[in-house]
Nanobody, 122 residues
Framework: QVQLVESGGGLVQAGGSLRLSCVVSGTIFSISAMGWYRQAPGKQRELVATITSAGNTNYADSVKGRFTISRDNPKNTVYLQMNSLKPEDTAVYYC????????????????WGQGTQVTVSS
């Protein structure tokens, strides 16, 4: 059974920092592209950052230069370091694991965690 558990969210003032973590159970981590997404109230879920199994990264324009995604394969963990936070970063942040299409674990849309709330006060 695949489970993703996020942690590290909280309340922070504008300009502050937080680090989110997502631990993935099971055996899919090493074969998965990992991603962080967020959903603000009244808005659609949007991509924040992704990292492939090879370590290639991609960021939304709104977070480039402020957020850094990384992964620790032996720990089955992906991180999102968030610096220079802004009130518009306030959202529920979700972790996603997308196993490669050739894997027996592949499923459209991948696997999702339960989300962690990030609130940035002005």
């Amino acid at each position: 059974q695949v489970q993703l558990v996020e942690s590290g969210g909280g309340l922070v003032q504008a300009g502050g920092s937080l680090r989110l973590s997502c631990v993935v159970s099971g055996t899919i981590f090493s074969i998965s592209a990992m991603g962080w997404y967020r959903q603000a109230p009244g808005k659609q879920r949007e991509l924040v950052a992704t990292i492939t199994s090879a370590g290639n990264t991609n960021y939304a324009d709104s977070v480039k230069g402020r957020f850094t995604i990384s992964r620790d394969n032996p720990k089955n963990t992906v991180y999102l370091q968030m610096n220079s936070l802004k009130p518009e970063d306030t959202a529920v942040y979700y972790c996603n694991a997308a196993p490669s299409p050739g894997s027996s674990y592949y499923t459209a849309g991948g696997y999702w965690g339960q989300g962690t709330q990030v609130t940035v006060s002005s």
